[in-house]
C-alpha cells in the first residue's frame, strides 16, 4: 500500500496547491540557534491561510475526488486543524461538507470551523476524542453513501501534507541534518518524509508526539498499529488512540527516532515562544521545538528544522497552560493540607512553614460548612524548585498533615 504515496505525487500535489495554500517562511531562530549551539530554522505552518499545514491534505483529497464523488459531499473527523482545511476546501469549491469534532473541541478551533466553511458546512460535535468522533462520521458516511475525507490515513491526504518538505527544501540553503515534527495520526510526518528519503536522504526523522498519547511511539515499539487505552486529550492536535494503518507502515521505515514529551514542557514552550519570539502556537505546535531540550546532546553544531505546525490555541486555555507549566517546571504545587485544630495553627503555617520567597496562589477550604474544621486546598508558588524540599521538610518539623497533588493526575486535573 505505500508504493501508492511518492514523491512524484507529492510534487503533483504541490503544484495542485500553489493558488490555495500560503508558501510559508522557513525561518533561522537566532534565540533557538544560540541556546542549543546550532542552527535552528522553524517551518511557520502556524503562518498558514488556516493557520496549520492541514490545508494541503484536506485540500489536496477533495479537490481531486470525482464530481460523482462528490455530488453528495464529504465527511470528516477532527480536532480541529483538519476540520478548518475541509471547511475551506468545501467553501473554495461549493461543496457540502459535514464536520465531526470532539465535544471537548476548543472553542476557537469551532469557530474557525464555522467561519471558513460558512454555509457549506456542519459541525456536529460528539464525543470526547478523536476517535469518539471519528466513529460515529465514519457511520454516519457509511449510512449515507458520502465521501470520507480523512485526516491522515488516506494517500491524498498525506501527499497534500508531503508538500510541506516540498517547500523546506526549496528554501533552505545547507544540508539539513534533523528534522523535527509533531506526530498524531501520522500524515505529515509520513509525507514530508517520503519526500526526504529520496531529496534529502541524510537528514535524520524526528518524531515527537506528547507524553499522554504515544500512538507511534507504542505501536513502532510493538512493530504493529496499537490502540491507547487511555490519552491525555490536552495536545488535541496530536491526541489520537491509534494511528493510521498507512502512515504507520510509511513512518516505521522513515523514522530515525520518537521522542515524548510532557505536557507541562508543551506548556513551557508555548508561553518562551510567546515572550521571547511573539509566536503564538497551539499545543501541538509546540511539539517540535519542546523536544529540543530532550535532543540537545545530538544536534550541537548541526542545522535543524522544526515545523511549527500550527497555532490556533484558544486563549481560555491560556490559565490551564499557565498551570501546567509551572507545575512541570517544578515552581507550582498543590497540597491538600489538614491543619491542626488549634488557634493560630494557619498563622503559624504562614510565619514558619513558608519560605521567604514562597507565595500561596490558592487557598480553598474543602467542607461547605465548618471550613476551619476540614482540610485546605493550598497552592504555593516556589520562586525556585530547589525550594520545594525545604518547604516539605518544614511541614513535617511542624506536624502539618498534607498530601501532594501535583504527581496524582486525576486529583491534579480537578485543579485546572
Given amino acids: 500500500m505505500t508504493e501508492q504515496v511518492s514523491t512524484k505525487h507529492i510534487l503533483e500535489a504541490a503544484e495542485r496547491l500553489k493558488s490555495v495554500v500560503t508558501h510559508t517562511p522557513l525561518q533561522r531562530n537566532i534565540r533557538l540557534s544560540e541556546r542549543y549551539q546550532c542552527n535552528i530554522y522553524l517551518k511557520r505552518e502556524d503562518l498558514q491561510v488556516v493557520r496549520s499545514y492541514k490545508i494541503r491534505g484536506a485540500y489536496n483529497f477533495i479537490s481531486t475526488c470525482s464530481e460523482e464523488e462528490l455530488s453528495k459531499g464529504v465527511v470528516c473527523a477532527s480536532a480541529g486543524n483538519h476540520a ?17 469534532m470532539p465535544s471537548t473541541t476548543p472553542k476557537q478551533k469551532v469557530n474557525q470551523v464555522r467561519m471558513f466553511g460558512r454555509e457549506y458546512v456542519e459541525v ?9 468522533s ?4 465514519v457511520e454516519f458516511c457509511t449510512k449515507n453513501g458520502m465521501k470520507f475525507c480523512h485526516p491522515f ?6 501527499e497534500g501534507q508531503g508538500t510541506v518538505g516540498v517547500e523546506i527544501l526549496e528554501d533552505i540553503q545547507v544540508p539539513i541534518d534533523y528534522i523535527l515534527m509533531a506526530v498524531g495520526g501520522g500524515g505529515l510526518i509520513s509525507g514530508v518524509s517520503t ?52 502512515t504507520f507502515e510509511i513512518a516505521r521505515k522513515n523514522i530515525d527516532k520518537m521522542i515524548l514529551v ?34 540537545k546532546d545530538k544536534i550541537i553544531g548541526k542545522n535543524i528544522v522544526c515545523v511549527v505546525s500550527g497555532s490556533n490555541n484558544d486563549l481560555a486555555r491560556m490559565n490551564e497552560i499557565k498551570e501546567r507549566s509551572l507545575s512541570y517546571e517544578g515552581l507550582q504545587h498543590y497540597f491538600i493540607i489538614s491543619f491542626p485544630q488549634r488557634a493560630g495553627a494557619l498563622r503559624n ?8 520567597n514562597d507565595d500561596i496562589v490558592r487557598f480553598e477550604y474543602t467542607k461547605k460548612t465548618q471550613k476551619e474544621n476540614g482540610p485546605a486546598l493550598v497552592g504555593i508558588e516556589l520562586k525556585d ?32
Avoid at 153 to 158: A, C, Q, S
Avoid at 238 to 243: H, I
Avoid at 385 to 410: A, G, K, Q, V
Fill in 84 to 100: 478548518q482545511g475541509v471547511a475551506f476546501a468545501c467553501a473554495a469549491l461549493q461543496i457540502k461538507g459535514y464536520i465531526y
Fill in 124 to 132: 456536529v460535535l460528539t464525543g470526547d476524542t478523536f476517535d469518539d
Fill in 134 to 137: 471519528y466513529a460515529a462520521s
Fill in 153 to 158: 490515513d488516506h494517500p491524498r491526504t498525506i
Fill in 195 to 246: 519526500y526526504f528519503k529520496e531529496k534529502s536522504p541524510n537528514t535524520k526523522i524526528i518524531g515527537i508526539e506528547p507524553s499522554g498519547a504515544p500512538a507511534m511511539y507504542e505501536s513502532i515499539k510493538q512493530g504493529k498499529v496499537v490502540t491507547l487505552e487511555q490519552i491525555d486529550k490536552f495536545v488535541d492536535g496530536a491526541a489520537v488512540k491509534r494511528v493510521g494503518d498507512l
Fill in 262 to 295: 510532557p505536557e507541562g514542557k508543551v506548556c513551557s514552550t508555548i508561553i518562551q515562544l510567546y515572550n521571547e519570539e511573539a509566536i503564538v502556537v497551539e499545543p501541538a505546535g509546540a511539539l517540535s521545538v519542546s523536544a529540543l531540550d530532550f535532543y
Fill in 349 to 356: 503555617f504562614l510565619d514558619n512553614v513558608l519560605g521567604p
Fill in 385 to 416: 524548585p530547589s525550594d520545594y524540599e525545604p518547604l516539605l521538610r518544614r511541614m513535617e518539623e511542624h506536624n502539618i498533615i498534607y498530601t501532594t497533588i501535583n504527581d496524582d493526575p486525576n486529583l491534579f486535573g480537578f485543579i485546572l
